[in-house]
Each structure stands twice: as structure tokens, then as C-alpha cells.
């Protein structure tokens, strides 16, 4: 795992259990400091030990830079990643916009009319992919008008219906069939007094602190909820087969994941 900062990530607990749980005793992950400026030099001294690098911000638009091939939805979203060395190439794909797919899947949806995202910044673009698999518009709301704009190429490219509406309306949020909520922890208690229908899925993006408020109204209205962890572990699951060509051991991982998150 590569970023900056990358103290805090939880994926070297994911990706060692499911190492353990497959009795690859000689795979290891660890989290590494590397920022954007030091991304080229890093890969390039990479050996034949490597298998791939799993990249968090700031270092999932620069990675498009180093990357020999690139998946079309990767190129779509302007962001991977997971960087996998293959064949003396480096492959590049994004997991998080599957992932959300996928996390979305696990809680019984598969498709929706309407997708209401909140917030505008990187994490929303995985949001539009989910989007477009859903078979749903979306409406994004946005403290700036400007970084919607920012999103209308990535929209019309996943053939996905696209609305702006003004964080004034966030209300209205509550009436879509699906919620995204990428808002940072510093803006989460905006979204306190949102009262998503019961029948609403919610998804926030956090996962610390749980629940967020936009998810204890969700609990408390008796909505499915879906969390950054549940996120951050289906787009693992995805890493993992990348990077070692074997099924992943969800239970395993999920497991771990759990644990360590009980003792923080």
C-alpha cells in the first residue's frame, strides 16, 4: 500500500489475513510512505519479488502516468488503484468503482432508478460507476457547482444521466432509491438531519467514527446501510485476486478486518 499518509490503512490487515488463510507464507503487504513526486522513482526500483501495489491518495491519478496499460473504466475515472506488474508492464486498474458494486450487491441492490450522491470530489466518479451498473441517474450534491462540472465527462462516458442540485435541496436526497454519501468526517455532521424512506439503501463512505450520523438516521429508519468498510473490503477482495491470480478468502479477511477495527 502506497499514499501519503498511509499509517492509519487497514489494508495491510486485510490482504496478510487472506495471505494466511491461503497458506501463502511467503506473500506480505505493508503500508509504505510514497507521494506523488516519488511514485515513478519507487516503481521503477521495484524487483521481480513485487506482484503489485495497491495506491491510495494522492497517488491514484498520477498513477495513470506510470501505467503501461490501463483498464478503459480505470481511463474513464481518471484513477486507479491497483498497480499490477505483469509481463514487464504495469497494469492498472481501479477496484473501488466494483467494489462499490459489489458492497451494494451484498445488501440486495442490484439496480435503482434514481442514485443520489453527495458530495463532488474523487470518490464520487467510483459512485457514477455505480451508477451506471445500477441502471440509475444520478442527482450530485455539492457545496461548489464547479466540481459537478468536473463529473459531467466522466457521466456522459458511463452513459449515466446526471443532475446538479444545490446542497440547499439536500433534503431531496432523501427521496432516491439509492444514497452515496463521499463527504469527508469534517462534513459529515452536515448530513445529521437527512431522513433517508425505509426502503432507501444508504451508503456512506466512512467507516471512522460508526455510525456517521447520516448512517444512524439510516439505522434508525430502518434502511440497509452499506460502510466504508464494507468498501474498503470488497475492493480488496478484488485486489487480492490481481495481485495473486487466487479467489480471495472473504470470510478470513472480513474476520480480520473486524478485529481490528473492534481493538482501536
Known amino acids: 500500500m502506497l499514499g501519503r499518509p498511509v499509517g492509519h490503512s487497514l489494508s495491510p490487515v486485510l490482504h496478510n489475513a487472506g495471505y494466511a488463510a491461503l497458506g501463502l507464507s511467503d506473500w506480505s503487504y505493508a503500508a509504505i510512505d510514497v507521494g506523488e513526486d516519488e511514485l515513478e522513482s519507487f ?11 495497491s495506491l491510495t491518495m494522492p497517488l491514484k491519478e498520477v498513477a495513470l502516468s506510470v501505467a503501461t496499460e490501463v483498464t478503459p473504466l480505470t481511463r474513464v475515472l481518471g484513477a486507479g488503484n491497483t498497480l499490477v506488474l505483469r509481463g514487464g508492464g504495469l497494469f492498472l486498474d481501479n477496484t473501488d468503482a466494483p467494489g462499490a458494486v459489489a ?13 443520489a450522491i453527495v458530495g463532488a470530489g474523487g470518490t464520487a466518479r467510483a459512485a457514477l460507476a455505480a ?32 443532475v446538479a442540485a444545490h446542497w440547499e435541496d439536500l433534503a431531496d436526497a432523501a427521496r432516491a432509491d439509492v444514497i452515496v454519501s463521499t463527504v469527508p468526517k469534517s462534513a459529515a455532521g452536515s448530513l445529521a438531519d437527512l431522513k433517508p424512506h425505509p426502503d432507501t439503501v444508504v451508503f456512506d463512505v466512512l467507516y471512522d467514527p460508526w455510525p456517521t450520523p447520516l448512517a444512524a438516521a439510516a439505522l434508525a429508519a430502518g434502511c440497509r ?7 474498503l ?28 477495527v473492534a481493538a482501536r
Open 43 to 53: 516503481v521503477a526500483g521495484l524487483g521481480p519479488e513485487w506482484a503489485g501495489l
Open 225 to 231: 446501510v452499506v460502510s466504508g468498510l464494507d468498501l
Open 131 to 162: 451508477a451506471s451498473s445500477l441502471g440509475a441517474r444520478a442527482t450530485v450534491y455539492a457545496r461548489r457547482p464547479a466540481a459537478v462540472v468536473d463529473l459531467l465527462p466522466v457521466a456522459a462516458q458511463l452513459d449515466v444521466p446526471i
Open 233 to 260: 473490503a470488497a475492493q480488496a477482495y478484488l485486489q487480492f485476486a490481481l495481485f495473486t491470480g487466487l479467489a480471495a478468502p472473504k470470510a478470513a479477511m472480513r474476520a480480520a478486518l473486524d478485529a481490528a
Open 103 to 115: 458492497a451494494l450487491a451484498d445488501a440486495g441492490c442490484t439496480s435503482a432508478a434514481e442514485i
